[in-house]
Nanobody, 120 residues
Framework: QVQLVESGGGLVQAGGSLRLCCAATGSISSINAMRWFRQGLGKQRELVAAIVSGGRTIYADSVKGRFTISTNNTKNTVYLQKNSLKPEDTAVYYC??????????????WGQGTQVTVSS
């Protein structure tokens, strides 16, 4: 059983910073990619940032230069450092990962989501 457990959301003023954390636990053989999505109220879920095999990072245009995605040494935890936050960054942030559990095929897993609210 694989789980993605997120933490680090909360309320912050515009211009402030937050760091989200997502830890993958369970019988994990490998993780191919880890991503952060977000979904604002009444909006579609969108990709915010991703880190893929080889350490390549991808960012949405709206967060480039403000957000940084990274992993720990074992690469089973992904972080999203968010600086210069804006009210439009308010959303539920979801962790997503492509995980091979034991000898099973790779599949996508999702975290439960963590609320980030940026006040103006």
């Amino acid at each position: 059983q694989v789980q993605l457990v997120e933490s680090g959301g909360g309320l912050v003023q515009a211009g402030g910073s937050l760091r989200l954390c997502c830890a993958a636990t369970g019988s994990i053989s490998s993780i191919n990619a880890m991503r952060w999505f977000r979904q604002g109220l009444g909006k579609q879920r969108e990709l915010v940032a991703a880190i893929v095999s080889g350490g390549r990072t991808i960012y949405a245009d709206s967060v480039k230069g403000r957000f940084t995605i990274s992993t720990n040494n074992t690469k089973n935890t992904v972080y999203l450092q968010k600086n210069s936050l804006k009210p439009e960054d308010t959303a539920v942030y979801y962790c997503n990962a492509d995980v091979r559990a034991l000898s099973l095929p790779v599949r996508a897993y999702w975290g439960q989501g963590t609320q980030v609210t940026v006040s103006s």
